[in-house]
């Protein structure tokens, strides 16, 4: 069906017409430079995350970095988790040896306290977030747009370390692209395979447009350390979606998407026999479906605008989580995420003291999750809503900005409503420096989350997580301030951003493991309130165009986390307690080069750099007592290279080949054999694979 349906697309693709350009308009010889810098960094982009509003990047009211799915395709990205790295203060993790349970970190803190977005919406679940970064494909991306801190009342008091709203690729021209990569991981032969196609189609009147994507990827579980057990899980991931527009006035907007993902994935040994017959296995099958669908209209001249929107997530789950050929641990999950609301953007011409807009909205979110394994006598299911209501304004001009907002949340879970005030301030004393403020208050629920949902092996046992009897809500005050420069030196056009951040946790989540097992034979971790935490720290992030066959980016982020009183983690009363949160370096950073060496063919440089971090190392293969350990620094350093051959005037072929990892920067302590402690894992997520790949675009 897949293959069928891949076939019309690219068919009903080609014979399709391009669009034709638009003329530019001159301008004056100053003005152009200026043009020129909002050209090369995008400063005039229209982005939606601040307010939810469309507004230009520069008068933006928080600070929004946008990663383009071009930069992702430089990257050599196959899913969301592949491109996150690559920019200021955001870090993606590999957390399981066994499965690759994976989490992205925003300004420190782990990935409870971000919220990810699609198109704006909350459909990200507890369960959809355990696998979630590797399930988004590259292809359907048209940009993440990451915003840091909680500078925005509109999308929820848990985006307390930032959100990353994904904007997936609309409709906007005539166009097809199919395209495969293929990679070899480390020195055992372990492939991964990985096949995209994008078609769109655009009426002439731009009344309707249809974007079709869709992936196929395969790849072989990797063993660096030769024991029999995997590092890198074995994957198989189809996706199929499409995009659809349809203007049915000429002020209003009717938009709908779907996709469908089923993966499967499996880690530990033995992955050609059945889970039970393992000494270690950990296997997950998902089948998603996501909807979503948007009415826009803007009455009254097209000065207001009123959008009301529905989406909804369903996902089925079948899950292993066992050792020593446990036949009672297979699990099942359903999972199911509707979201629903409407939103009042109004613009007034003199409110107060400057022109303003005002956003209001009413949302609805309801989460049902059921996880049931019968040979453990296991059965969770959890009902989640929240009411929400948010109000916000904007006095806004190109020099000033300030925001004053409040949303107001009604967690079923939680007794009283919760009100999160959040407020901003932009300075832009020109076109070529910004400066902001940020205030913002959150708070997460006590209820299960990602890892909850992921059961590690520790020592042949396996381990759960389950909440403490007291469990009582988690609230943040956060604090940033950012500085934006631009400016040409010469012909060189650069950029430097410098942001502060601080961030107070109170009854802050914490884990520490619990004596004993429980009644099925568990090791059990308890989630509890600790003493509460601190974050803060620096990012830093420079551009610089040399011209346009050359240009380099590059962001470091320096940063404390540290618990406001030693946190007890393990139940061996000998093992000092830990003030440092675990796995969060205080240096980190990442850099780009683009080298365009002769026309068509260019040379990409891309490197990530992981500083020293505490992590966990549990009794198991390794160890006899639970250790803190301080891990070494990594420097994990790419190259590729990419040429493209016109082959019509409208066909082009690219091939590329590069080295990822090329100093093979890697865990080089993993646990062995069956005893080992699957989570003790840290640094780049691949050992030095060699890469290579083509695609056609038409």
């Not at 499409?242 to 040994?269: C, I, K, Q």
Request: glycine share 8%; with cysteine; net charge negative.
């Amino acid at each position: 069906m897949y293959k069928r349906i891949y076939v019309a697309a690219v068919a009903v693709a080609i014979a399709a017409s391009a669009h034709a350009d638009k003329n530019a308009v001159p301008s004056s010889p100053a003005e152009s430079e200026l043009d020129s810098l909002m050209d090369v960094f995008m400063l005039d982009q229209v982005v939606v995350t601040s307010s939810k509003s469309e507004v230009k990047r520069r008068e933006s009211p928080s600070l929004v970095n946008v990663m383009t799915g071009k930069l992702l395709t430089t990257v050599g990205a196959c899913s969301l988790a592949d491109g996150l790295d690559f920019q200021p203060g955001v870090r993606v993790e590999n957390d399981c040896q066994n499965c690759g349970f994976t989490q992205v970190r925003i300004n420190g803190l782990d990935g409870h306290y971000s919220q990810i977005l699609m198109n704006s919406r909350p459909v990200f679940s507890a369960l959809t977030g355990v696998y979630g970064l590797e399930q988004i494909p590259a292809n359907m991306i048209d940009r993440i747009e990451v915003m840091r801190g909680g500078g925005s009342a509109l999308f929820g008091s848990s985006a307390i370390g930032g959100t990353i709203n994904i904007i997936t690729k609309d409709p906007r021209e005539n166009s097809a692209k199919i395209s495969h990569t293929l990679t070899s991981i480390g020195p055992s032969g372990s492939l991964d395979n990985n096949t995209t196609l994008n078609a769109s189609v655009v009426t002439d009147n731009d009344k309707a447009g249809i974007f079709i994507y869709g992936q196929s990827r395969y790849r072989d579980g990797y063993d660096h350390n030769g024991d029999g057990f995997t590092e890198i899980a074995q994957l198989k991931t189809q996706t199929l979606g499409a995009r659809t527009f349809l203007r049915t006035t000429e002020d209003s907007r009717l938009s709908v998407e779907y996709h469908n993902t089923h993966e499967y994935r499996r880690g530990g040994d033995q992955l050609d026999e059945p889970p039970h017959l393992a000494m270690i296995a950990e296997q997950v099958e998902h089948n998603i479906h996501a909807a979503e669908v948007t009415y826009d209209i803007w009455p009254r001249d097209r000065r207001d605008h009123v959008s009301v929107f529905s989406a909804m997530q369903a996902t089925k789950r079948k899950s292993y989580y066992g050792s020593d050929m446990d036949p009672d641990a297979y699990c099942r999950t359903s999972d199911l995420v509707v979201t629903a609301g409407t939103q009042w953007t109004h613009p007034i011409t003199h409110f107060l003291f400057m022109p303003s807009e005002l956003v209001a909205g009413l949302e609805y979110s309801y989460n049902r999750l059921h996880d049931v394994t019968i040979g453990y006598g296991h059965d969770l299911l959890q009902n989640v809503n929240i009411f929400s209501g948010y109000l916000q304004n904007e006095w806004r001009n190109e020099k000033w900005g300030f925001l004053v907002g409040a949303r107001l949340d009604k967690h079923s879970l939680i007794k009283n409503p919760i009100v999160s005030p959040r407020a901003n301030i932009r300075f832009n004393p020109s076109r070529s420096a910004n400066f902001r403020l940020s205030y913002s208050t959150g708070f997460r629920s006590p209820q299960a989350y990602d890892e909850d949902l992921h059961i590690a092996i520790v020592g042949g046992e396996r381990v759960v997580t389950v909440l403490a009897p007291d469990l009582k809500q988690e609230s943040s005050q956060s604090f940033s301030a950012s500085a934006d420069f631009y400016h040409t030196f010469g012909n060189v056009q650069t950029n430097l951003l410098i942001e502060g951040f601080f961030t107070d946790l109170r009854d802050v989540f914490a884990l520490r493991q619990l004596d004993g097992t429980d009644a099925q034979g568990n090791a059990v971790l308890e989630r509890y309130n600790g003493s509460g935490a601190r974050v803060f720290g620096l990012n830093l992030e420079a551009k610089a165009f040399f011209s346009s066959h050359f240009d380099v980016q590059a962001g470091v982020t320096l940063q404390r986390s540290r618990y406001k009183k030693p946190e007890v983690w393990s139940d061996n009363p000998d093992v000092p307690a830990e003030k440092r949160m675990f796995r969060t370096p205080d240096v980190y950073g990442y850099f780009t080069a683009n080298w365009e060496i002769l026309p068509k063919f260019r040379a990409i440089f891309t490197g990530t750099l992981t500083g020293p971090m505490t992590v966990q190392h549990l009794v198991g293969s390794g160890t006899d007592v639970d250790l803190a350990v301080r891990t070494q620094s990594f420097f994990d350093a790419s190259v590729k290279l990419a040429y493209c051959f016109k082959i019509f005037k409208k066909v082009d072929i690219d091939v590329t080949a590069g080295v990822s990892n090329i100093f093979n920067s890697y865990q080089r302590d993993f646990d062995t054999g069956s005893l080992r402690d699957s989570g003790y894992m840290y640094g780049p997520a691949l050992p030095r694979c060699l890469t290579c790949g083509v695609s056609l675009s038409i």
